[in-house]
């Protein structure tokens, strides 16, 4: 078990890797961390001082005056070695840095001389340092004009907005949860390495990236159809472009009944990827679910009887209700990290189709319980 601590745990990168050490509990320990603890010694030794691993992923990444910038980072990184000299501390430290460390622009150096501040302190206590460049990364609930491109125009795109392209340069891109691996893989080896090269998973121009997103909106958004998915990349850019969607407003999607003497007709679901479908009863009052996948693709069609479907965002308070009734056939998509949960609220017996885009494996099943 280590006890490892993120600064800007509520960052980007952060919430990715704090979910994903919430959901192995047997090897790690989350240590809470507040930015506010920055301008605090007392709590930021008291944080310090629990941790066998910090993460420091807090900076900043833009501002109108980069000067800002490089000094932000910079007096980040030394709030952070104060402590750890106050402290003592032996803890291994991961810093991430970027890939514009080369370029001539104050960001990227404020990113090398944080790093180089971090590994001296390390060389001069015998700690072990782990300074990691990074690539471009590219995830759900990134900041739009913020963080990245790709989060920029998923978040457009779906709001049926119409980006601009200034230079159509390529992108060497991660997906987030990609990076987490690669930093958990890292604090479990404890290897002193100061310079550490994250290698890119994917390249793709930023016209590209775009093009993919419109396709998102014309096929899923638009017309609820699971589109053709080659690779991991497409994959994980389809599930980056879910989570930008309003997804209050866009579920539940009622179906189109086909209806003559002999009953009714109704297609649930078109896709361009295969997959499991299931189909399930549910006796009244009863709650199936309340799990949640950070990979996975499904969709939930309630297709007789009344139903509340419930989503709830991990690490937030709010959910979203949607009520279903079979007299009105409709689906709801499940984002990944929204937990979720269907009940049937009428008198009757509830019917439900369920559609996965992978089939179940019990050794690898993506599937973490937590109450909506």
Known sequence: MKFIGITGEAGFVGNHL??????????FTLVPFERSFFEK???????????????????????????????????????????????KSR?????????????????????????ELLNNWAEQVGATFTGMIVPNVFGPFG??????????????????????????????????????????????DSIHEPEYVISHTAVAKVSEVLNYFQSFKNTYQDLGVIPVITNTFELHLFNTYRCYMDITSHFPVKFTQHTDPRGSFVEIIRLGVGGQVSFSTTVPGIIRGNHYHTRKIERFAVIKGKALIQLRKIGTNEILDFYLDGDEPAYVDMPIWYTHNIKNIGDDVLYTNFWINEPY????????FEEV
Do not use: W
Request: aromatic share 6%.
């Open 143 to 188: 900041k739009p004009f913020y963080n990245s491109v790709v989060a920029t125009f998923a978040h457009q795109v779906s709001k049926g907005e119409v980006p601009t392209i200034q230079i159509d340069g390529e992108l060497k891109l991660i997906y987030v949860l990609e990076l987490v691996q690669e930093i958990l893989d890292k604090i479990n």
């Open 91 to 115: 803890a291994h430290v991961l810093f991430s840095s970027s890939s514009q460390e080369g370029r001539e622009n104050l960001y990227g150096s404020s990113k090398k001389k944080a790093r």
């Open 361 to 368: 494996d019990a050794a690898d099943a993506d599937t973490y």
């Open 18 to 27: 704090k979910m994903i050490i919430n959901t192995r509990p047997e090897d």
């Open 41 to 87: 010694d007392s709590k930021m030794d008291e944080f310090v001082n629990k941790c066998d691993a910090i993460v420091h992923l807090a900076g900043m990444n833009r501002h109108d005056n980069p000067q800002v910038i490089y000094d932000t980072n910079v007096n980040l990184a030394e709030s952070l070695i104060s402590s750890l000299k106050r402290t």
